[in-house]
């Protein structure tokens, strides 16, 4: 059993930061990337940013230079910083990692989501 616990989201004002922050707990053999999606009222839920194992980081276009991805595989968490918030980032953020979890004997691939953290930016 693999659980993600976030943290970190709230209301802030337009051009504020926020971090927000994910904990990965459980039986967790490696973890081979974790990012965070978000999904806005109305909207499909969107990737936001990914990062791999081995530093490896990705955005979406809407939050290149201002939101930076960071993880720390000793303590399996990942974080995002927000800077300069803008309206239109206003969601509920979720954390995902794909966890090869322990099975007994063997190793199996996991797919995880948060349980989700909301953003308000209000302008």
């Known amino acids: 059993q693999v659980q993600l616990v976030e943290s970190g989201g709230g209301l802030v004002q337009a051009g504020g930061s926020l971090r927000l922050s994910c904990a990965a707990s459980g039986s967790i053999a490696s973890i081979n990337a974790m990012g965070w999606y978000r999904q806005a009222p109305g909207k499909q839920r969107e990737l936001v940013a990914v990062?791999?194992?081995?530093?490896?980081?990705n955005y979406a276009n809407s939050v290149k230079g201002r939101f930076t991805i960071s993880g720390d595989n000793d303590k399996n968490q990942e974080y995002l910083q927000m800077n300069n918030l803008k309206p239109e980032d206003t969601a509920v953020y979720y954390c995902?990692?794909?966890?090869?979890?322990?099975?007994?004997?063997?190793?199996?691939?996991?797919?995880?989501w948060g349980q989700g953290t909301l953003v308000t930016v209000s302008s």
């Open positions: 995902n990692a794909r966890i090869t979890t322990y099975a007994g004997l063997h190793l199996k691939d996991l797919e995880v």
């Open positions: 990062i791999t194992g081995g530093g490896i980081s």
